[in-house]
């Protein structure tokens, strides 16, 4: 199992960014998928999910209306469009599977939000 996080940078306060997710080595459209955040010393943290096929979403009460998840499993790849971002969003971002820790993949290398003036 691959999951190849990109789409990270700096962004000013109020931009936006896509950050993208490509899996590898499992049946994508077979797992519900997630986002999780981690800032230095801290717990990763569930951003956002999206159902197998794409039908259902659910947010962090921190991100919702400003974070958009979706998934194209013909692509193997899941999405998170950040928009209206502030200095709090300013993490490494991780995707995954949704299922309990001891069940979720390999971790894979992440991609750094920096939200700066």
């Known amino acids: 199992v691959q999951l190849v996080e990109s789409g990270g940078g700096l962004v000013q306060p109020g931009g936006s960014l896509r950050l993208s997710c490509a899996a590898s080595?499992?049946?994508?459209?077979?797992?519900?998928m997630s986002w999780y955040r981690q800032a230095p010393g801290r717990e990763r943290e569930l951003v956002a999910a999206?159902?197998?096929?794409?039908?259902?979403?659910d947010y962090a009460d921190s991100v919702k209306g400003r974070f958009t998840i979706s998934r194209d499993n013909a692509k193997n790849t899941v999405y998170l469009q950040m928009n209206s971002l502030n200095p709090e969003a300013a993490d490494v971002y991780y995707c995954?599977?949704?299922?309990?820790?001891?069940?979720?993949?390999?971790w894979g290398q992440g991609t750094q939000v920096t939200v700066s003036s």
């Open positions: 999206i159902t197998s096929a794409g039908g259902s979403t």
């Open positions: 995954n599977n949704i299922k309990a820790a001891r069940f979720r993949f390999d």
């Open positions: 080595g499992f049946t994508f459209s077979s797992y519900a």
